[in-house]
């Protein structure tokens, strides 16, 4: 999809989501003993947050790496009131959708070391958060045509390990940051703040799923979503099956979009996950079913479950999918 003149327009925007997820960071590190989590600097000085690796981490830690995650052009909040048969449900919320989404809270950046840089055991993760778009090595930078500058920088690793000092130093030197100006936040997927912070990128999958389908990304302009919070369980291939299936089954999210009225109507009708032809099992049952290779699944099925495409020029608003409460529930729940 080629750069519109609107989307160029990010690259002179004024927002930094560094800048703006510094506050965010500083209440974290704040509040380390109430929210669970573990401060302290490596040996070069660069601040590592671990949120459920040692640490306990909690759900009010996840909501706040949520927000971080989205360079603070987003809010998470937790919604205890026992909709649909499930008591808690995460809801997000940003005026700047695409910029929070795709230009921060995106996991799309490879940082990986071999057994020889690290002296023992390969390291992958894919960074999300900020600080992707201070070093901005992914074509996604150069399509949304914004790159930031800050004084500072927060990346968000899903990991269980603290990663290595090459990994750590490449961030350094890719964002152009010194070691005291960057935050490394460590968030299991098998820990409270894990899950909760992937769920709460429900409105994300959206974005990168209408990007995928071509939709104009200038177009969109507000996006708000929920999905159900599911418990963390020990199992890596099982936490990650929950977090997926939270969005792919239970994700509601809601577009609002310029442009024409058809591009609305075939994005509404192209979003949800109910697409694919893997939909209707449990995320790591598909997942072991294909050996574990991310590649064998249907792109079609990343996806939220139900969506509302609002088209701001018509006042129409397009409705397509569903909840599928009943296979989370028979995943997630037992009675007592």
């Not at 009225?261 to 598909?286: C, T, V």
């Not at 939220?304 to 397509?320: C, F, I, K, R």
Request: hydrophobic letters at 45%.
């Amino acid at each position: 999809m080629s750069t519109t003149p609107h989307e160029a327009a990010w690259a002179s925007s004024p927002l930094s989501v560094n800048t703006l997820a510094a506050p965010l960071v500083q209440a974290l590190l704040r509040d380390a003993d109430v929210l669970g989590v573990r401060v302290q600097r490596d040996a070069s000085g660069v601040c590592i947050v671990d949120a459920g690796i040692e640490a306990p981490g909690s759900v009010a830690a996840g909501t706040l790496i949520g927000e971080i995650c989205m360079g603070g052009l987003g809010r998470v909040r937790l919604a205890c009131d026992g909709r649909a048969d499930w008591p808690d449900w995460l809801e997000v919320h940003s005026a700047q959708p695409v910029l929070a989404c795709l230009g921060s809270q995106y996991a799309g950046w490879s940082l990986a070391a071999s057994k020889e840089e690290t002296g023992g055991k390969k390291f992958f993760s894919l960074g999300s958060g900020p600080a992707r778009a201070l070093a901005g090595k992914e074509a996604l930078f150069t399509e949304l045509g914004y790159r930031d500058k800050s004084a500072s920088g927060v990346i968000v690793l899903e990991v269980d390990r603290v990663p290595p000092t090459v990994v750590v130093q490449k961030v350094l030197r890719d964002c152009g940051l010194q070691p005291e100006q960057l935050t490394i936040i460590l968030t299991p997927t098998s820990s409270l703040a894990g899950t909760t912070q992937v769920v709460a990128r429900v409105l994300e999958v959206a974005l990168h799923k209408a990007h995928e389908c071509g939709f104009a990304l200038a177009d969109i302009a507000d996006g708000s979503a929920r999905a159900p919070l599911p418990s963390p369980t020990a199992d890596g291939v099982q936490a990650m099956g929950r977090t997926n299936d939270a969005i792919l089954y239970g994700g509601t999210v809601r577009l609002s979009v310029r442009g024409t009225a058809e591009a609305a109507l075939d994005l509404a009708k192209r979003l949800p996950s109910h697409n694919s032809k893997d939909y209707g099992r449990g995320f790591a049952d598909i997942f072991q079913a294909v050996e574990y290779d991310f590649y064998k699944i249907d792109p079609a099925l990343f996806a939220p479950a139900e969506v509302y495409v609002s088209h701001l020029p018509s006042g129409q608003t397009w409705h397509a999918g569903k909840l599928n409460m009943p296979l989370l529930l028979g995943l997630w729940c037992s009675e007592a």
